[in-house]
């Protein structure tokens, strides 16, 4: 049942499209900016992201860039990608050693990127040497909600597996390998652990955020289910409690601290 309803609703640009092939990321983008729902969601996040990193010369590098513009909201982003993609600065993988000098980032952002890093150690490791003293790292990720947690697990295609025993998973394809609840095993299951191997970092921010709008806009993969004048209303709606308790994401802040 479940794969009927994905096709009835899949979008005509992405059906039958292998997820890990640049030219799927190049159908996103497109996507993305003619959506105006889903348009709207990327800008809200975005502005979140631009919010939460602190003013300086240094470059910001974003992650997993290639069907997003998040270039247009953040001054001084790098932008990069694990496989070639037109319009993007940089290819490279963020679990291998980084082409940046020690602490030569003012910070590192993404969205929906950390939950595909198989081993997120690797890139943690990188992000600490890189990001400079008082840079941060700000994401929006998916999150552990009850209600996150029917949806991810019964009406999404990829895994979101809270009893994983540690961090990593298997490496099957840079967008089809995950585990949505990667982010919350790592920064609340786990936090002491986390604090443990890296304390350079301190958690700032958790904000659970939109229960509903990502899923009303259909995403990158299905047919827009709302028209973009509503945006507003819904996220009024969700602001009024809905976000806290029932958030499918989160922005997530992380400042490294000076020694």
């Not at 497109?30 to 979140?48: A, D, G, H, S």
């Not at 840079?174 to 652990?193: M, T």
Request: aromatic share 10%.
């Amino acid at each position: 049942m479940k794969h009927n309803l994905f096709s009835l609703l899949a979008h005509p640009l992405t059906r039958g499209l292998d997820i890990d092939a640049p030219g799927t990321t190049l159908l996103r983008r497109q996507i993305v900016k003619t959506k105006p729902f889903l348009r709207n969601i990327y800008e809200e996040w975005y502005r979140q992201i631009a919010r939460a990193i602190p003013a300086g010369a240094e470059p910001v590098l974003e992650l997993g860039a290639g069907a997003g513009f998040m270039q247009d909201v953040v001054p001084n982003l790098i932008t990069s990608e694990i496989f070639p993609v037109e319009g993007v600065d940089l290819t490279m993988d963020a679990c291998a050693p980084w082409p940046f000098a020690d602490q030569s980032l003012r910070g590192v952002a993404m969205t929906n990127v950390l939950h595909h890093l198989p081993q997120v150690r690797l890139f943690l490791q990188e992000a600490t040497r890189c990001i400079k003293p008082g840079g941060v790292m700000a994401m929006i990720e998916p999150w552990n909600t009850a209600w996150a947690r029917l949806v991810y697990q019964h009406l999404h295609h990829e895994p979101f597996d809270v009893g994983a025993v540690d961090w990593q998973f298997p490496s099957c394809g840079p967008l089809s390998g995950a585990n949505g609840a990667l982010p919350w095993l790592i920064w609340q299951r786990d936090l002491a652990q986390f604090q443990k191997e890296f304390p350079a970092w301190h958690l700032e921010q958790i904000t659970p955020l939109m229960p509903l709008a990502y899923l009303l806009s259909g995403g990158v993969s299905l047919r827009a289910l709302m028209p973009g004048w509503i945006y507003r209303v819904v996220r009024a709606i969700e602001k009024i409690g809905l976000d806290a308790h029932g958030g499918m994401f989160a922005l997530l802040v992380l400042k490294k601290q000076a020694r």
